[in-house]
């Protein structure tokens, strides 16, 4: 949960990076300065697995063509939907074993390697997609980076998020939280957990199913909002997560930061209840 007074320095920031404090036992939280009725059934768990699969597919042709924009100005080897499949198929495959955190050369090692990455693609063509990998027009980031410091990849993420609830139908109960997903590359909005030092990361705010976990609508904290207060207080944020599930009589819940009778009173006028602390 992020405190504004527990704003702090890394103890050691990239250039250009502006890091701030994640604490997961704070009470409190404040914002940071610097259709419809027929979704009522239950899915299980192989029908979130297959929706996730649909999310990726619709927004894979424009990482294709953004990271060959790179390869291209590189002189490297284009890629194509195929090998982005097998390349994203690994990269999942890596958080799930928990692998992420090992160096790429164990990985497809002798000793700790795994025959399901050497067998995809070689380690040195791995690696050269990890460094190609792009989100958007590199030509016209800087202008846009100005505004916004999530533009390298809000194109592809608000698809993505567009989609998690349309290839889904959500239980009767939801949850709203945070989390903060590890990150170790260089990022200008990126947080680190006060009570695990050493571990950076990316701030989201996220809607859930309370069953299976499924994710169904996202925000990404990119460092200072300019936006009105009243779009960026806790009741705006459960707000703008729940509105696809408005008028479909499910219910929410929610930590101590977003629980209030107000936020109760408009939930329920949308024909959605609130359970908080």
């Known amino acids: 949960m992020v405190n504004e007074d527990n704003i702090d320095d890394a103890s050691d920031p990239e250039e250009g990076d502006n890091v701030v404090t994640y604490d997961s036992d704070t009470e409190y939280h ?18 979130a697995s297959t929706s996730n699969i649909a999310v990726i597919a619709r927004s894979v042709n424009i990482i294709v063509h953004h990271t060959n924009e790179e390869a291209s ?15 994203i198929g690994i990269l999942i495959l890596m958080g799930a074993n928990n692998d992420s955190e090992l160096p790429i050369d164990d990985l497809w090692g002798k000793v700790l390697g795994k025959n399901i990455y050497t067998a995809t693609m070689s380690r040195i063509r791995f690696g050269e997609l990890l460094s190609l990998i792009r ?34 139908i959500p239980s009767a109960h939801l949850s709203i939280d945070e989390m903060l997903s590890l990150f170790r590359g260089r990022c200008p909005f990126k947080v680190f957990m006060k009570d695990k030092p050493g571990k950076y990361g990316i701030l989201i705010r996220m809607l859930s199913d309370a069953h299976t976990r499924y ?25 703008r997560l729940v509105k696809p599930l408005e008028g ?13 009778i107000e936020l109760a009173e408009e939930l329920y006028n949308d024909k959605l209840t609130l359970v908080g602390t």
Request: charged share 35%; net charge neutral; hydrophobic share 25%.
């Open 215 to 239: 994710i169904l609508k996202m925000e990404v904290y990119a460092g200072k909002d300019e936006r009105p207060a009243e779009e960026r207080s806790a009741k705006a944020v459960v707000r």
């Open 135 to 168: 989100f958007d027009d590199k030509q016209t980031r800087t202008e846009r980076q100005k505004q916004d410091k999530f533009c390298p990849i809000r194109e592809v993420f608000y698809k993505i998020d567009e989609l998690f609830v349309k290839y889904y």
């Open 73 to 87: 100005i590189r002189n490297l080897k284009l890629t194509n939907t195929e090998e982005l499949y097998a390349f």
């Open 248 to 260: 479909t009589g499910r219910n929410v819940t929610t930590d101590r930061y977003y629980t209030s």
């Open 30 to 47: 404040r914002e940071i300065e610097s259709d419809s009725s027929s979704r009522s059934s239950s899915p299980d768990q192989q029908h």
